[in-house]
């Protein structure tokens, strides 16, 4: 529902029609991410029959979000209000922000799903899934002295050719202030960058700790957007 030239103003709909089409859940003017891959959701116009076809693609009691525009009133879906986020994008011909050889970044796979899953609930609940792995890479840093601890990861989430988008970034919060996310996020762009793609991503606007990270490592603001919460009864 956003209207810009960029198809990353309106990424879930890009993602959805494009590189992520086959994990693509489709009814009439409605789209969604399967609820244990994101809970992202798009819409062919901003109507109420938008949103009737959404609702048959939700479980009872099922959250999803929207990008873009606040939706059309409905009597089918709970609107829970909105979440102002920042868009930034990485300059293509930027040189990448250097990565800390020591640090032990190692590849994460979807059998390491539930030490993800277990991370991502302290920094940001509900938004990684059993299956979001399935989106893209992902890194992360192990607890060398408790195994099966994941402290620190970042990888990919929306991709939409050649956009591929930053996320999942976060820190256990006993080993924050060492420089993992940045160096993550490090290890996410040039992974990007080998494969000749432009790095993006979404932060909250009022996480301006966050936000300020991404500037020092040469991140530029793009636009704000709102992702839209809406809920199907149970």
Known sequence: MASSDDPFANAIWNALHTTHQHLSLAHGLALKYPADVAPFSCLAENTSAALSDLHTLMASGETTYVLGDAP????????R???PCLQMAFPEQSPLPAIEPALPIAPLSCDDAPAMV???DIAFPGFFRSRTCVMGSYFGIWDSARPG??????GERLVLHPTREVSGVCTHPEHRGQGLA?????RVLDHQRRLQARSVL???STNHTAISLYH???FQSLREVHLHRLKRPD
């Open 81 to 83: 209000g909105a979440t």
């Open 182 to 186: 940045a160096a993550l996020t490090a």
């Open 202 to 204: 979404h932060v909250v």
């Open 72 to 79: 059309a009133l409905s009597d089918k879906l709970l609107y």
């Open 149 to 154: 601890q994941l402290i620190a990861m970042a």
């Open 216 to 218: 020092r490592l040469g």
């Open 118 to 120: 277990a991370l991502t």
